[in-house]
């Protein structure tokens, strides 16, 4: 298995723009965690799915924040429009039911915001 | 809510052993996670304790206390490779969800 994938790997943008993020769980996984990673509050989660259901999204930021996961092989995170304190490095992972089985992390996406 | 508490840095030569402890405070706990992350590079899971004890992994051990909410990782043999930032992580309330900690920096010096 190719592990999970997550597109595009670094994404440099304007305040005010809307920005995409995507993520392929690895198949047979039926949970998909999204987080952010900065140097001032760490890996925090914002949203969480299971099997390609909403579960809990009290960690995004704002409104400006949304989710989504159409299937069981791919999900997207959107910021619209994104501002500055939007920076950061934006994981997804996914895992099966269960802590032992731990998550796998995808290789990150490196957002910047000028 | 949860919170963690691990040291900022620590450390340690080639060919020690060094213990990375993390502390927790949460309600309805399942378990404490490992994850070890590279500068620029991503999480990866090390290991979990869901019982009291000690669970060994090759060079890696990771320990709980349930009752003292309490739990450490240990790497023996330490190598240059070993630099790298470690998180303690907590399952609590279900879900599958973590909760992470601000992680440890661990240099390992000649």
């Known amino acids: 298995d190719a592990g999970v994938i997550q597109s595009p790997r670094h994404e440099v943008t304007e305040m005010g723009q809307e920005v995409t993020l995507r993520c392929k769980p690895i198949?047979?996984?039926?949970?998909l965690f999204w987080y952010r990673q900065t140097m001032m509050r760490g890996l925090e989660l914002l949203i969480y799915?299971?099997?390609?259901?909403?579960?809990?999204d009290s960690g995004m930021p704002e409104d400006r924040f949304s989710a989504k996961m159409p299937n069981a092989s791919f999900s997207t995170l959107k910021i619209q429009p994104s501002e500055p304190r939007d920076s950061a490095v934006y994981f997804c992972?996914?895992?099966?039911?269960?802590?032992?089985?731990?998550?796998?992390f995808g290789s990150g996406t490196r957002l910047t915001v000028v | 809510g949860q919170s963690l508490e691990q040291p900022s840095e620590v450390t340690a030569v080639e060919g020690a052993i060094v213990q990375i402890n993390c502390t927790y405070q949460?309600?309805?706990?399942?378990?404490l996670s490992w994850y070890q992350q590279h500068d620029g590079g991503a999480p990866t899971f090390l290991s979990y304790?869901?019982?009291?004890g000690l669970e060994e992994t090759g060079r890696f051990s990771s320990f709980l206390s349930r009752s003292d909410s309490y739990g450490y990782l240990l790497l023996q043999e330490l190598q240059m490779k070993d630099s790298a930032s470690y998180f303690c992580?907590?399952?609590?309330?279900?879900?599958?969800?973590?909760?992470f900690g601000t992680g440890t920096q661990l240099k390992v010096e000649l």
């Open positions: 992972a996914s895992s099966l039911q269960g802590g032992d089985y731990g998550y796998t």
């Open positions: 198949s047979g996984h039926d949970y």
């Open positions: 799915f299971n099997n390609n259901v909403p579960i809990d």
């Open positions: 949460t309600s309805g706990f399942y378990g």
């Open positions: 304790n869901a019982l009291d």
């Open positions: 992580a907590v399952s609590a309330g279900g879900g599958n969800k973590l909760t």
